[in-house]
């Protein structure tokens, strides 16, 4: 090793000058390359890639943002129907960005954030539309499931949970986690029991609601990098929510008896004026945040998603067109697959009615139908590579013989 004299080696490895790919010299050290990109590493590890942020602005900030009817059309694509929805969140999403790279300094005016609360049947595409939505402006999108959060100190996950996601979906840059989306599935199950507030403690309901309400406004919360629960020891990156866009979304099963009750469409006694009135009207479409409170979500929380949509039950038709019309439709899936093992997949236009037929029984929405073609398709996909059939057509006797167990099964 050269002598400390010469100055010709690493001080922090001790590799001589010669060994080295470079080495920098400074007043009274030396540091070599590999030194350098290793001190690089560390540094990010240990502030979670704080430092190489600092100098950035947020007006920097530029994306590529559609217009909202452009974004409706995208969706158009891979979503049938639910129009209403499709507008309210192209809007929120187009005015969110618009903010985020809005400048208020030279105006004054600060543009708040308005997060969106969507209320749909399961398997109507609420976090089809999100994850779309989601690709569609490339931006860091992840869905975390309300479920299993709790309030801190309880087994469970903490409410910074849901940014931690966020966090590695972006692979650990900040910047883009603070510009990010997130979809909180199932809000409806952290509902309170009741509309008055509760006397013992909800850890999991109305404590976590009360967990939410800064992250949904706009908060520095203290994440940890790799998930998982806090400790003292615990290195945290701090990351701001207020350019976060949050969208929630839930069942919400029960809230039409609310909105019934809520327009005096209940009926009394013998009556039968109220009923009819109540099937000539989707409740739905009138839910207020009224109902929202009555159902169990506390007020605080409510104000925090201004934007409040439904999104309808999917009828025959719609259930229909999402089989066979969206560029990633179900039996375009199946027949793609095929098409890998060189064989040409068709299917018969009265087997698709079966199918359809079946699913509207289930009340699944979209899920009951891959529930049903996973079931029709079982036998061919297993047999199907083995053999040398160059085409295949599901007829609608194969979607009754392979679906007769399931009629027995809902007899029984």
Do not use: W
């Not at 009923?275 to 009207?281: L, P, T």
């Not at 049903?372 to 194969?398: G, H, Q, R, Y």
Request: proline fraction near 3%; charged fraction near 30%.
């Amino acid at each position: 090793m050269a002598s400390k004299k010469s100055g010709s080696f690493c001080s922090f490895c001790g590799k001589p000058k010669e060994e080295a790919t470079m080495l920098i010299s400074g007043i009274e050290a030396n540091i070599c390359d590999a030194c350098v990109e290793q001190a690089s590493k560390i540094v990010d590890v240990e502030l979670g890639g704080v430092a190489k942020k600092r100098t950035s602005k947020e007006t920097d900030f530029k994306i590529n943002l559609p217009k909202p009817n452009e974004i409706k059309k995208h969706l158009d694509e891979y979503v049938i129907g639910q129009d209403q929805a499709k507008k309210v969140l192209a809007v929120a999403v187009y005015n969110h960005y618009k903010r985020v790279m809005h400048n208020p300094n030279n105006e004054g005016i600060e543009i708040e954030k308005s997060n969106v609360l969507m209320v749909g049947e399961t398997g109507t595409g609420k976090t089809l539309l999100v994850r779309t939505l989601a690709k569609a402006l490339k931006v860091p999108f992840c869905i975390a499931d309300a479920t299993v959060l709790t309030e801190a100190g309880y087994v469970g996950e903490d409410v910074e949970s849901v940014i931690s996601r966020l966090y590695q979906a972006s692979d650990y840059d900040l910047e883009a986690t603070q510009r990010g989306i997130v979809y909180i599935d199932e809000i409806d199950k952290i509902a309170r029991k009741g509309d008055n507030p509760s006397i013992s403690r909800d850890v999991s309901g109305e404590g976590v609601q009360q967990g939410l309400l800064k992250l949904l406004e706009g908060t520095v919360a203290n994440i940890a990098p790799e998930g998982g629960r806090k400790h003292p020891d615990q290195k945290f990156v701090k990351i701001d929510t207020r350019n976060i866009l949050f969208i929630c979304g839930g069942a919400f099963n029960g809230i039409e008896k609310l909105i019934a009750r809520r327009l005096n469409n209940s009926s009394v006694g013998f009556l039968t004026q109220g009923k009819e009135r109540i099937k000539d009207i989707n409740l739905i479409e009138q839910i207020a945040p009224t109902d929202l409170k009555s159902f169990g979500l506390i007020p605080e929380i409510i104000g925090r998603m201004p934007m409040i949509t439904f999104l309808q039950p999917l009828d025959r038709d719609a259930l229909k067109n999402i089989l066979i019309k969206p560029k990633n439709a179900l039996l375009k899936q199946y027949i793609k697959l095929m098409e890998l093992e060189g064989i040409t997949l068709d299917f018969d236009k009265k087997a698709i009615e079966l199918i359809v037929s079946k699913a509207v029984e289930f009340k699944l929405g979209a899920r009951g139908l891959r529930t049903i073609c996973e079931k029709l398709m079982l036998d061919v996909m297993f047999d199907a590579p083995s053999k040398n059939d160059k085409a295949i057509t599901i007829t609608a006797d194969m979607v009754v013989e392979k679906l007769a167990d399931l009629d027995a099964s809902k007899a029984a």
